[in-house]
């Protein structure tokens, strides 16, 4: 009989340990890091008792295991997207399906977006106010809302604006139930579970039409949108993705793709503003042509202010031996990104943002991990880390970001994902034109 052995932890009622670390979040976790180490466990709501680990070796361990020994936590937000999304799925259906839409998201493709992202940001600036503080959070979710929704569906119409009004709202429910443990009677017909069914219920509604139009569209197979390639994808037996599928594999893309990669854009201006070294010399960067400091800068700012600050894994089989510590089967476990990205033997100075860390060197795969790790990465990490080298390139091109002295905005969790508080508040001015510099190449593109 396997002995089980796990890390300590507080002993303090589990109530007081859940709302410490959903009230402090990254103070918390620092604080158990302090006291406990790089591994221990605590009371987590909806989750339990769980074991969080910060230990590369560890993490790198878990990581790297079968889904046959470990595999996503039964608590996850495919009961948001659907039985059919990917988070909801398991092992060799997760594996298979994950293999059906990898294809869109990674090399070649990725050329044929970038269009895209940069109309679309430049429309979208072209809105911003000159000379006066304002919020950019909401401008950048208009951004990559308007990019994923072309890039999932391509051309515009009707459909497009009900989902732009019908998903952040969407988003903003979904979150707020993903964070408290909310019981889905609550409040019967006027309770939040209630108006996420509604909202979910329009939302397919809208998308069955689309798939209804893309199926009768003679030119299907010259589309280069996510929902022909959807559509046209076959397993490995032939068969086709089914209508439900599609619908919940749609919604993981267009709610997790737009709004972390929104946040972490205003997290790189709230950088920005108070670094205005960095922030000189980005723009000289633009000016003639590169992107290398560009890249790193967006990786440091993922690495100072990730926008997830854990990932999870639940053990399957009858144990697992974890580094220094043996897991029973059902054991939740939660990597700390943000515990990883303050590992003074992986990023020394690690509490300072120095975007020069990132200059030609490749981030390690398991200690630079906003996009999480190993089977269950992030499948559009190369999109977004493309679309907001193209968003930032671009406003440092036509805008002048004006530093400030205000003090660090503060993190806000939002049941998901950790936000500016203050939303990545900016000053900005119009640029004059310039000549044009040669060709750059497009953003560097992280495997997922």
């Given at each position: 009989?396997?002995?089980?052995?796990?890390?300590?932890g507080p002993t303090t009622p589990d109530l007081l340990q859940g709302l410490e670390v959903m009230v402090g979040r990254t103070h918390a976790w620092r604080r158990l890091y302090d006291r406990y180490g790089s591994a221990f466990t605590v009371y987590l709501p909806r989750f339990g008792r769980m074991?969080?680990?910060?230990?590369?070796?560890?993490?790198?361990?878990?990581?790297?295991?079968?889904?046959?020994?470990?595999?996503?936590?039964?608590?996850?937000?495919?009961?948001?997207?659907?039985?059919?999304?990917?988070?909801?799925?398991?092992?060799?259906?997760?594996?298979?399906?994950?293999?059906?839409?990898?294809?869109?998201?990674?090399?070649?493709?990725?050329?044929?977006?970038?269009?895209?992202?940069?109309?679309?940001?430049?429309?979208?600036?072209?809105?911003?106010?000159?000379?006066?503080?304002?919020?950019?959070?909401?401008?950048?979710?208009?951004?990559?809302?308007?990019?994923?929704?072309?890039?999932?569906?391509?051309?515009?119409?009707?459909?497009?604006?009900?989902?732009?009004?019908?998903?952040?709202?969407?988003?903003?429910?979904?979150?707020?139930?993903?964070?408290?443990?909310?019981?889905?009677?609550?409040?019967?017909?006027?309770?939040?579970?209630?108006?996420?069914?509604?909202?979910?219920?329009?939302?397919?509604?809208?998308?069955?039409?689309?798939?209804?139009?893309?199926?009768?569209?003679?030119?299907?197979?010259?589309?280069?949108?996510?929902?022909?390639?959807?559509?046209?994808?076959?397993?490995?037996?032939?068969?086709?993705?089914?209508?439900?599928?599609?619908?919940?594999?749609?919604?993981?893309?267009?709610?997790?793709?737009?709004?972390?990669?929104?946040?972490?854009?205003?997290?790189?201006?709230?950088?920005?503003?108070?670094?205005?070294?960095?922030?000189?010399?980005?723009?000289?960067?633009?000016?003639?042509?590169?992107?290398?400091?560009?890249?790193?800068?967006?990786?440091?700012?993922?690495?100072?202010?990730?926008?997830?600050?854990?990932?999870?894994?639940?053990?399957?089989?009858?144990?697992?031996?974890?580094?220094?510590?043996?897991?029973?089967?059902?054991?939740?476990?939660?990597?700390?990104?943000?515990?990883?990205?303050?590992?003074?033997?992986?990023?020394?100075?690690?509490?300072?943002?120095?975007?020069?860390?990132?200059?030609?060197?490749?981030?390690?795969?398991?200690?630079?991990?906003?996009?999480?790790?190993?089977?269950?990465?992030?499948?559009?990490?190369?999109?977004?880390?493309?679309?907001?080298?193209?968003?930032?390139?671009?406003?440092?091109?036509?805008?002048?970001?004006?530093?400030?002295?205000?003090?660090?905005?503060?993190?806000?969790?939002?049941?998901?994902?950790?936000?500016?508080?203050?939303?990545?508040?900016?000053?900005?001015?119009?640029?004059?034109?310039?000549?044009?510099?040669?060709?750059?190449?497009?953003?560097?593109?992280?495997?997922?």
């Amino acid at each position: 009989m396997t002995t089980v052995k796990l890390p300590d932890g507080p002993t303090t009622p589990d109530l007081l340990q859940g709302l410490e670390v959903m009230v402090g979040r990254t103070h918390a976790w620092r604080r158990l890091y302090d006291r406990y180490g790089s591994a221990f466990t605590v009371y987590l709501p909806r989750f339990g008792r769980m074991v969080v680990l910060s230990d590369p070796a560890e993490v790198k361990a878990l990581f790297t295991a079968s889904s046959d020994v470990a595999d996503n936590v039964d608590v996850n937000l495919g009961q948001f997207l659907g039985p059919g999304s990917l988070f909801s799925l398991q092992g060799a259906e997760h594996r298979k399906q994950r293999k059906l839409l990898t294809p869109p998201f990674h090399g070649r493709r990725l050329a044929v977006y970038e269009t895209l992202v940069e109309e679309e940001t430049i429309r979208e600036l072209a809105t911003w106010p000159q000379g006066r503080e304002f919020a950019t959070m909401d401008s950048m979710m208009r951004i990559t809302l308007n990019v994923i929704l072309r890039a999932v569906f391509g051309a515009e119409g009707r459909e497009f604006d009900e989902l732009r009004e019908l998903l952040p709202k969407l988003v903003l429910v979904g979150s707020a139930l993903a964070a408290v443990p909310v019981p889905r009677k609550f409040l019967g017909r006027f309770g939040p579970w209630a108006r996420f069914a509604a909202h979910r219920r329009h939302y397919d509604e809208i998308v069955g039409r689309l798939i209804d139009r893309a199926v009768a569209d003679e030119r299907l197979a010259d589309r280069d949108d996510v929902l022909a390639m959807m559509l046209q994808a076959r397993y490995d037996d032939g068969t086709a993705m089914t209508r439900s599928e599609i619908a919940d594999e749609l919604l993981t893309l267009l709610t997790a793709g737009h709004e972390t990669t929104a946040t972490t854009l205003s997290w790189t201006i709230e950088r920005l503003r108070r670094h205005p070294e960095v922030l000189r010399r980005l723009v000289a960067e633009v000016d003639a042509g590169g992107s290398a400091l560009r890249e790193a800068t967006l990786l440091e700012v993922q690495r100072v202010r990730p926008v997830v600050d854990a990932t999870a894994r639940q053990i399957r089989a009858e144990s697992m031996e974890l580094g220094r510590w043996t897991l029973p089967k059902g054991q939740n476990v939660l990597v700390s990104i943000r515990l990883m990205h303050d590992n003074e033997e992986l990023f020394p100075n690690a509490r300072t943002f120095d975007p020069d860390r990132f200059v030609g060197v490749r981030p390690g795969t398991f200690s630079w991990i906003p996009f999480g790790g190993g089977a269950r990465r992030c499948i559009g990490a190369a999109f977004a880390t493309m679309e907001m080298n193209i968003v930032l390139r671009t406003l440092l091109r036509d805008f002048t970001l004006e530093p400030t002295t205000a003090a660090d905005e503060r993190t806000h969790f939002r049941g998901v994902a950790l936000v500016p508080a203050k939303k990545g508040r900016a000053v900005v001015r119009h640029r004059p034109p310039r000549p044009p510099v040669a060709a750059e190449t497009h953003a560097a593109q992280v495997t997922a």
